[in-house]
């Protein structure tokens, strides 16, 4: 009989411990989606200039950080706003990041060969990028921004292209 007890004692405790494993594995393959308020996520990218680049880069900036693509139409219609804002605001502490989800590198630096952007850009293919609210995004363009000083907090998110 106390044998009898003890094992029904553990399988119930194996259960529990499934189910908590369970619930941590789903947990940590969701993506964190970052919305106003919440504290911007950390990330360190490298851009095609050759700096890496962290969240602590950006310290009294505004960081708008920008998920684009060379074969997204919506996305190169609104690269020449975003060109544009970075120009004019560079002055107020606004930086502009162009972060690229292009996969074919080739496509990616013929563009920008072509199109010249004032803001800083970097490419992060889908099997290396970061996960970030903007990368969470199945539309592009996406654009996140977060103000890096002191709170760090995620100001703002929007989808699609911005009217230049």
């Known amino acids: 009989m106390a044998a ?13 411990a499934l189910v908590a494993l369970t619930c941590v594995v789903i947990d940590t393959m969701r993506e964190k989606v970052v919305v106003a308020g ?3 996520p950390q990330f360190s990218i490298a851009t095609d200039a050759g700096r ?8 009294g900036k505004l ?3 920008n998920f ?8 190169l219609e609104e690269l020449p706003s975003l060109d544009e804002f970075q120009k004019t605001f560079a002055d107020s502490g606004v930086v502009v990041l162009g972060v690229s989800v ?3 590198l080739r496509s ?12 800083q850009t970097a490419v992060t293919p889908r099997e290396r990028s970061p996960r970030t609210t903007a990368r969470s995004s199945t539309r592009k363009p996406t654009s996140s921004t977060a103000r890096a000083w002191w709170s760090r907090r995620s100001s703002a998110r929007s989808t699609g292209p911005t009217p230049g």
């Open 108 to 119: 990616y630096r013929g563009f920008l060969a072509k199109t010249k952007v004032a803001f």
């Open 68 to 75: 684009w693509a060379t074969w997204c139409p919506p996305c």
């Open 63 to 65: 960081l708008v950080l």
């Open 38 to 40: 919440d504290t911007a």
């Open 4 to 16: 009898v007890k003890t094992d029904r004692i553990l399988q119930g405790l194996i259960a529990a």
């Open 52 to 59: 890496t680049l962290t969240r602590s880069d950006f310290g």
């Open 102 to 104: 292009d996969q074919n």
